[in-house]
């Protein structure tokens, strides 16, 4: 049985209202890479919680030539090392796809 609060509306097929016994994921914040390498630390997930990120292309154009960075996490206990970099072959009309990193947990 799941823990958490739960509702029924009071009919003949006891129809489920409200069902907050799901993790529900909370953005924490966000940051602009700009297109240059780099890294952030931020506050890790609370507890039974699972942190996440996920990054998004911005620019004009996101479908070209642009390259995105390798983004990676490392948990340092009570905080988390947000990093990312910049590695490709070069080539005609490449560049860094600046990025909007999200983070969270849920």
């Avoid at 016994?21 to 953005?27: C, E, H, L, P």
């Avoid at 390498?37 to 699972?50: C, E, F, H, K, Q």
């Avoid at 560049?95 to 849920?106: D, Q, S, T």
């Amino acid at each position: 049985m799941a823990t958490g609060f739960r509702s029924w509306m009071d009919n003949a097929g006891s129809t489920l209202v409200t069902d907050m016994t799901q993790f529900i994921s909370q953005n924490l914040g966000y940051y602009d890479t700009g297109g240059v390498n780099g890294a952030l630390t931020v506050s890790d997930a609370p507890a039974g919680r699972t942190f996440f990120y996920f990054a998004v292309a911005m620019g004009n154009n996101p479908t070209a030539d642009g390259m995105r960075p390798g983004v990676s996490v490392t948990d340092n206990g009570d905080t988390v090392t947000i990093s990312w970099a910049y590695s490709y072959n070069q080539g005609f009309g490449r560049y860094n796809l600046p990025v909007r990193i999200h983070w969270g947990f849920f």
